[in-house]
């Protein structure tokens, strides 16, 4: 699995990031993809991710990344073991996080996720509302805003995804935001090829999550 992580890391352009989803793997598998020199995981079920935290706090750098829908409950545990939040998709939201980050003395790198298509099984701000809001969102206090996070409906056609990939970088741009969370394992190239700067890839790298 180092080779092919190696084959995917050389062949990113500069600038883009990638972030190994290890959500339903093991440690020891993280602590694997560690010691080849891969630093940034993905993590989205807040139970799961605690005890490979704990137990893998001796690698030095490695960073963490909350990539799961963000469970208001979850909020503080979540600012506590997580350099990065790819998922905050509202502003009421954003707000509990910046509270309970300035209770915490922690400022969390955060993505905004965008909805850019109806489905009902993704969450995510409307476009046309977080540019409304934008202006006051920027004011918030304790939280950094990295960037925009999508994810397309994986039923459509590769070229439909593509274009999404599109419109949020569009979108990113607009904003003057730097980066772009999108991307995973069945369309990670078409993401790159769009402006994404970090992509998400889990089974491709890992294989197929244990039953």
């Not at 020891?28 to 080849?36: D, G």
Request: hydrophobic content about 40%.
């Amino acid at each position: 699995m180092s080779s092919l992580i190696d084959k995917i890391k050389k062949s990113l352009p500069l600038g883009v990031n990638l972030l190994a989803v290890s959500k339903g793997h093991s440690d020891t598998s993280i602590r694997e993809f560690a010691e080849k020199g891969q630093l940034h995981f993905g993590e989205s079920r807040l139970q799961e991710a605690l005890p490979k935290i704990a137990k893998l706090q001796d690698i030095e750098n490695i960073t963490w990344h909350f990539i799961g829908r963000l469970q208001k409950n979850k909020v503080r545990s979540v600012i506590k073991e997580f350099d990065f939040i790819h998922s905050l998709d509202s502003y009421s939201l954003i707000e509990r996080v910046s509270r309970i980050a300035g209770e915490e003395n922690k400022i969390p790198k955060i993505f905004l996720q965008v909805k850019f298509l109806e489905d009902a099984s993704k969450c995510g701000f409307n476009p046309h509302d977080l540019l409304r809001d934008w202006s006051e969102l920027i004011t918030i206090p304790n939280i950094n805003i990295k960037g925009l996070m999508m994810i397309p409906p994986l039923s459509l056609p590769i070229d439909q995804r593509k274009d999404l990939f599109m419109d949020c970088r569009k979108m990113a741009n607009d904003l003057d935001l730097k980066h772009c969370s999108m991307g995973m394992s069945t369309d990670w190239k078409e993401a790159v090829d769009a402006g994404a700067t970090w992509i998400r890839i889990g089974s491709l790298l890992f294989g197929q999550r244990p039953q």
